[in-house]
């Protein structure tokens, strides 16, 4: 049973172009949201986060949006670069007793093409 | 300040061998985790620890098992391996979980990928 999900294994975007990544949850209880990129042979690195009491959170070329009725999250990336080629992996924490815990998503692939 | 450093990158280990894939930290975080990646597959938290000397299951324990002497390091012992077992282990480390309206981000190593025959 998923709680995490990206549905699109992978994207490939022009260069200059936006991506649009998607993120889908389960769990009422997350409220904490986070965007992890990964080079291959090389660990994931965090990239952006989001609190469930925002809709909306910036930095720089990396916007991630946050939709609570839809249980629906998404990473934009504006404009596209060819060294944003990676997987992007999407994560989600639940306040309490387990907030260690990171439950991760499957993974996007995405390739821009210069 | 070299962050998680793991050791070793590559190991094939044969069916029923034992391993331990080293983890050590230079943050001075006081928590470490064990994440194991499947093909196609996200991260699955294996094992973590909120300090020296502290140690919790995660999701998928099971053929694993962690000490946690010293702040720094946090192996990960694989007794009697199996085929499937066969995955990238990555470790993380945080200073801690949950600020006022935070969370922080962890940081991880570069893997150890390992193949059991």
């Known amino acids: 049973d998923q709680q995490v999900k990206q549905n699109s294994p992978s994207l490939s975007v022009q260069e200059g172009r936006i991506s649009i990544l998607n993120c889908d949850y389960t769990?009422?209880?997350?409220?904490?949201f986070l965007w992890y990129k990964k080079y291959p042979a090389e660990g994931p690195t965090f990239l952006i986060s989001i609190s469930s009491i925002k809709d909306k959170n910036e930095d720089g070329r990396f916007t991630v949006f946050l939709n609570k009725s839809a249980k629906h999250l998404s990473l934009h990336i504006v404009p596209s670069q060819p060294g944003d080629s990676a997987v992007y992996f999407c994560a989600a924490s639940a306040d309490g007793a387990g907030s260690y815990q990171l439950t991760f998503g499957k993974g996007t692939k995405l390739s821009v093409i210069p | 300040n070299a962050g998680v450093t793991q050791t070793p990158k590559f190991r094939i280990l044969k069916i029923g061998q034992s391993m331990t894939l080293q983890c050590t930290q230079d943050?001075?975080?006081?928590?470490m985790y064990w994440y194991r990646q499947d093909p196609g597959m996200g991260l699955k938290l294996i094992y973590y620890s909120v300090g020296a000397g502290i140690t919790d299951k995660g999701e998928v324990p099971n053929g694993y098992n962690v000490s946690r002497s010293t702040t720094e390091d946090f192996p990960l012992r694989l007794e009697l391996a199996a085929p499937s077992q066969t995955s990238v282990y990555f470790c993380a480390s945080s200073y801690s979980v949950r600020l006022a309206g935070g969370y922080n981000e962890q940081f991880f190593g570069p893997g150890t990928r390992l193949t059991v025959l």
């Open positions: 769990n009422s209880m997350f409220d904490y």
């Open positions: 943050m001075n975080h006081n928590y």
